[in-house]
C-alpha cells in the first residue's frame, strides 16, 4: 500500500481549507441576474466591488463648453485644416481642446503639433490624428448597427492616454524552442489576447484583421460530413470568444442561449450586435490602422512590427456599453457624426520629423492638385505661412 497517498490528500484538503479561511481572503459579493426561462441555465454573474471600479473608470466628461456653430470657417482662417474645415472656429477649437484633453491631458497640444508651427504634419501623431478622426467619423455614420446613436469619440478608446491601454498586435512570443517543439500552432502558452488561456493566441488576427469563418458548430448531433471544421478552429474560435467576454466583462450567455448556442431565433439581441461589432472592428483595423504603418514609430508597433490594432476591449474596456451607454456625441454632431472628406494621403512618402504637409491627392473641394505641388505650399514647394493648423 503507499502510504503517501492519504498523508498528500489530507495535505492537500489542509491548504485547500487554509487558502479559504486564511487571513486576507474573503469570497467577492456576487450579484446574479437570471436573462432567460428559468432552469436553462441563462443567468449573468457579476463581482459588484468590481463593478463598482468600472463604474468610476468609465465617468464621461463634459464639453469644454458649447460651441457657437455661427461665424467664419475653419478652413477659411486656419491652414492644412483637411477634415474639419467646415466648422465654425468656436467649433474648431473647441474640438480641439476636447481632443488634447481626450488624448493628450499631459503632453498638451504639442503631442500633435511642432509650436513653431501648427499647420505641419511633421510631427506623425498629427498626421495619424487626422486618421483617427475619418475613422471615428465613419464607424458613426456607417456602423449604426453597432454603435447605434450612443456613437463613439475619441474619448471612447483613449480615455486620457495617447495611446489607449487596450490594444492587440501579432504575438509569437516565446519563441519555440526547436527541434519538437517547433511548432506549437499558436498553443500551451499564456495568451495575452485570449483571456491568458492556453488557447491559440492570435485568433485576432484570423477574425479581427482577416475574415476568417467564425460558426463551427454543427446541426446534428453525429458528423455528416457537412461541417468540416475541427477542434483547432473551435479552439481559435473559442480564443475570439475568451477576448470578446473579457473585453465586455459578460460571459456567453450574454449573446447565446444555453440551451441551443447556434441558433440565431432563439439567441439574445446582442448577438446580432457583436455580429456587427466584429465586423466593424475588422473595418477599423484593415481600412484604418493597417494603412498607417508606414507612419507609426517602432515604439508603436508590435515585436513582429505590425501596429497596433483594434479589438473589442479598445472600445468596451470592461463593461458591456462603452462608457456605460451615456453618448458623448452630442456635444460633437458636426465634428464627428457626419462625414468630412475621405480621401487618403499616401503614407509611404511620410517622413517623420521632415514632412511638412500630407494632403491627399484631392482635397474637400475634390480639386485636383496638380502633379509635383503639395497644396498650402508656393510655387517653389515651400510651405505657405500660416496662422494655426488642425486636421
Same mark, same amino acid.
Given at each position: ?32 441576474? &437570471? ?56 467649433? +474648431? ?88 517543439? &517547433? ?9 495575452? +489576447? ?66 441551443? +448556442? ?130
Amino acid at each position: 500500500m503507499k502510504l503517501w497517498i492519504p498523508f498528500a490528500v489530507s495535505a492537500g484538503t489542509l491548504l485547500t481549507i487554509a487558502s479559504f479561511v486564511g487571513a486576507g481572503w474573503d469570497a467577492p459579493p456576487v450579484e446574479t441576474e &437570471q436573462i432567460g426561462y428559468r432552469g436553462t441555465g441563462m443567468y449573468i454573474h457579476k463581482d459588484i466591488e468590481k463593478e463598482e471600479a468600472l463604474r468610476a473608470a468609465n465617468i464621461v466628461p463634459p464639453a469644454p463648453w458649447e460651441a457657437d456653430p455661427s461665424g467664419d470657417r475653419a478652413g477659411d482662417i486656419y491652414e492644412n485644416v483637411q477634415i474639419l474645415g467646415d466648422l465654425s472656429d468656436d467649433q +474648431f477649437n473647441q474640438f480641439m481642446a476636447s481632443i488634447t484633453e481626450w488624448v493628450s491631458p499631459e503632453q498638451g497640444c504639442n503631442y500633435c503639433h511642432n509650436p513653431e508651427n501648427l499647420a505641419s504634419d511633421e510631427v506623425y501623431t498629427k498626421v495619424v490624428s487626422r486618421r483617427m478622426i475619418q475613422m471615428t467619423q465613419a464607424i458613426n455614420v456607417d456602423w449604426k448597427a453597432h454603435v447605434g446613436e450612443t456613437g463613439a469619440t475619441c474619448y471612447t478608446c483613449h480615455r486620457g492616454q495617447p495611446v489607449p491601454a487596450e490594444y492587440w498586435f501579432s504575438d509569437l512570443e516565446p519563441k519555440p524552442a526547436g527541434n519538437m517543439t &517547433q511548432n506549437r500552432d499558436g498553443q500551451n502558452v499564456v495568451a495575452q +489576447f485570449a483571456g491568458n488561456s492556453s488557447l491559440p493566441q492570435n485568433a485576432l488576427m484570423d477574425y479581427l484583421l482577416n475574415d476568417m469563418p467564425i460558426r463551427v458548430h454543427s446541426n446534428t448531433a453525429l458528423p455528416t460530413g457537412t461541417n468540416l471544421a475541427g477542434t483547432k478552429e473551435t479552439e481559435n474560435t473559442w480564443s475570439l470568444m475568451m477576448h470578446m467576454s473579457e473585453s465586455l466583462g459578460a460571459n456567453c450567455l450574454t449573446c447565446h442561449n444555453s440551451r441551443a +448556442f447556434n441558433d440565431w431565433d432563439q439567441s439574445p439581441p446582442q448577438r446580432v450586435t457583436a455580429w456587427h461589432g466584429i465586423r466593424m472592428t475588422r473595418d477599423i483595423n484593415v481600412s484604418y490602422m493597417v494603412g498607417l504603418t508606414p507612419v507609426f514609430p517602432a515604439n508603436r508597433k508590435g515585436p513582429e512590427g505590425d501596429v497596433f490594432k483594434v479589438g473589442c476591449a479598445t472600445c468596451h474596456n470592461g463593461v458591456q456599453k462603452p462608457l456605460h451607454g451615456v453618448s458623448m456625441l452630442q456635444d460633437y454632431l458636426d465634428s464627428l457624426a457626419k462625414k468630412g472628406p475621405t480621401e487618403v494621403p499616401d503614407y509611404s512618402t511620410y517622413e517623420p520629423g521632415v514632412t511638412q504637409i500630407m494632403a491627399p491627392q484631392t482635397l474637400g473641394s475634390m480639386t485636383p492638385i496638380p502633379s509635383g505641388v503639395m497644396p498650402n505650399t508656393d510655387v517653389a514647394g515651400l510651405p505657405k505661412a500660416v496662422g494655426t493648423a488642425g486636421n
